[in-house]
């Protein structure tokens, strides 16, 4: 079965950092990870894809919102997805929800960027 685990999300004055983490079980990064990705969604609002990541070349892909701030990376040996987030603004306050592929999803973490 596969699970995925998201953790990190929290209360953060505009400017700050976080550090999200996706833990997954049921597959392997390296084998059936492929695509793993990060979406969210603010109070009211339609999902917005943030960034994704091949498992597999690393490669990384950023929405223009967050491009250049949040950094993407997978950690294989630990099956773990992070995402750091640096100058958080306002608006980056949201539901962040960790997904395999678009198909699996977790059960999301809150990040709230607020002075």
């Known amino acids: 079965e596969v699970q995925l685990v998201e953790s990190g999300g929290v209360l953060v004055q505009p400017g700050g950092s976080l550090r999200l983490s996706c833990a997954a079980s049921?597959?392997?990064?390296?084998?059936?990870?492929?695509?793993m990705s990060w979406v969210r969604q603010a109070p009211g609002k339609a999902l917005e894809w943030v960034s994704s990541?091949?498992?597999?070349?690393?490669?990384?892909y950023y929405g223009d919102s967050v491009k250049g701030r949040f950094a993407l990376s997978a950690d294989n040996a630990k099956n773990t997805l992070n995402l750091q987030m640096d100058n958080l603004k306002p608006e980056d306050t949201a539901m962040y929800y960790c997904?395999?592929?678009?198909?699996?999803w977790g059960q999301g973490t809150q990040v709230t960027v607020s002075s």
């Open positions: 049921g597959f392997s990064f390296g084998v059936g990870g492929g695509g």
């Open positions: 990541i091949s498992t597999y070349s690393g490669m990384t």
């Open positions: 997904t395999s592929r678009f198909t699996y």
